[in-house]
């Protein structure tokens, strides 16, 4: 980015404003915003420059961060030149001419002084010592003082945190998108496979080879532990054992989905070793072994997991939750910068409340896509275990 030589300031001071409200003090800088777009094979770079007030400032940083945060990865030099515009943004775009600035200041001063308006004269001289501390621009300063003007010192802006606002959301977000990925990565094809399941019983009712013991190995649990008895045939019993595994995989994501404890899942598959006909397979050390993982994964997973709301208004209401946070945050920025202090105290803290709420949300989530993994992953190593 080149900018025209200190020595031509190629503006009229008489009519410098914020390029972009019209606001008019000391806050008005020259500044250079640059974001990425990257398209596979290259990244261009394009920059907004302009003068602009503390507030727009932010805001162009906050948008130029925003895009390139979005678009600027995609190449081979797009994380590079990315990290570099984001970086620049956040530090309030580049104003690296601050002999510029400081000269526009310092002009403007002048001219407020030989206006008759000292106040904002020592206002601006102030700006221009602040951005570049010479002694030409001190000189006016200590000029103004001596004759008794003093300004108020100026509050550093607010507004120089939007560029921080759309990073932070993104990191949410990408969390939250991940948690997506996890708890309906997880869930999904199970609950395909769950309500697939009655269907196709339905459109296939063709008769299902009996074995010879006179049982249906395709019968469901409670079907098959009607037949079952103390001297059944291992067969049997194990088809049962199976059957009872089988069901209560297709069941756990829908129960967890849904908001269901486990509870009583945990007890009925505990009861199995109660069953006289399932002695002999569950004393084989390979079932055993994968049984009391399976027994203890549930254990463990109804010590973090109680059940609750369905995960879907979960999702939901973080979704709408994360919306409202970032329009409080943007809110107690802009009641800063009208120096309503106590207001953006209040709405800071709320929005602090609602990333918290946001959190813990995500952290139910995040347990409940653990206990599905933990749970279904210890059934499909007891089935193994009984195949051999
Ligand atoms: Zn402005």
Known sequence: ????????????????????????????????????????????????????????????????????????????????????????????????????????????????????????????????????????????????????HRGTPQKASPWRFAPFVPPIVLAIALGALGLRALTGGDVEPATVAAVRRPALAKTVPAPQPRAAKGWNPNASADELEKDLASDSSPGLARAYFQARLREAKAQIPLLVRRGDNLWSLETSIAALDKHPALTQLLARPAVRTAYESLKDALRQSNRYYHGGAPVEAIQRTAGETLDVTVGIALDAIEADSRGHTERSDALADDAARHAQAVDEMKQDLRIRGAVITQTTKAIDACLDATRN
Request: proline share 4%; with cysteine; net charge positive.
């Open 1 to 148: 980015m080149t900018y025209p030589p200190a020595q031509a300031l190629p503006i009229d001071l008489s009519t410098v404003c914020c390029g972009r409200c019209g606001v008019y003090d000391a806050s008005l800088r020259c500044s250079s915003h640059r974001w990425v777009v990257s398209s596979l094979v290259k990244a261009s770079e394009n920059a907004h420059v302009g003068i602009w007030c503390a507030r727009c400032r932010g805001i162009e940083a906050a948008k130029a961060t925003a895009i390139s945060l979005l678009a600027g990865w995609w190449s081979l030099r797009g994380p590079g030149a990315t990290l570099a515009a984001v970086r620049a943004n956040l530090k309030g775009g580049e104003q690296q001419h601050a002999r510029m600035n400081a000269q526009m200041l310092r002009g403007i001063a002048r001219l407020e002084f030989d206006k008759g308006n000292p106040e904002l004269a020592v206002m601006f001289a102030s700006a221009a010592h602040d951005v570049s501390p010479q002694r030409e621009n001190s000189r006016l300063l200590d000029d103004l003082r001596r004759a008794g």
